[in-house]
């Protein structure tokens, strides 16, 4: 029994910090596009060159935060099985028919 509340507590855990994850990536892909909008203004071909690389860190941010989520719900669901005892007396194999 010990086990499986510290499974629930290590997926919350986890759960939490992917949130985390996801909300500081989502704001440093904001920072990102806008350092884009804000440097492609400027007559300068080095700083389109910086503005096209913070366009790029910005889409990358983007699919972290989306990866984040993902894995957050997955995580999440996977908590919720075990509460349910949906992973209680399992034996890990599929049954066959």
Do not use: P, W
């Not at 804000?38 to 941010?61: G, W």
């Not at 957050?72 to 066959?96: C, F, N, P, Y």
């Amino acid at each position: 029994m010990d086990n499986v509340q510290e499974l629930k507590n290590t997926l919350s855990y986890l759960h939490s910090e992917l949130n985390r994850l996801e909300t500081m990536a989502g704001t440093l892909a904001t920072v990102e596009r806008d350092h884009y909008q804000k440097l492609t203004n400027f007559d300068n071909r080095e700083l389109v060159d910086i503005a096209v690389e913070e366009q790029n860190a910005s889409r990358q941010l983007g699919t972290m935060k989306h990866m984040c989520l993902a894995m957050a719900e997955k995580v999440e669901g996977i908590k919720q099985s075990i509460e349910r005892g949906g992973l209680a007396g399992s034996d890990g194999h599929a049954e066959t028919n």
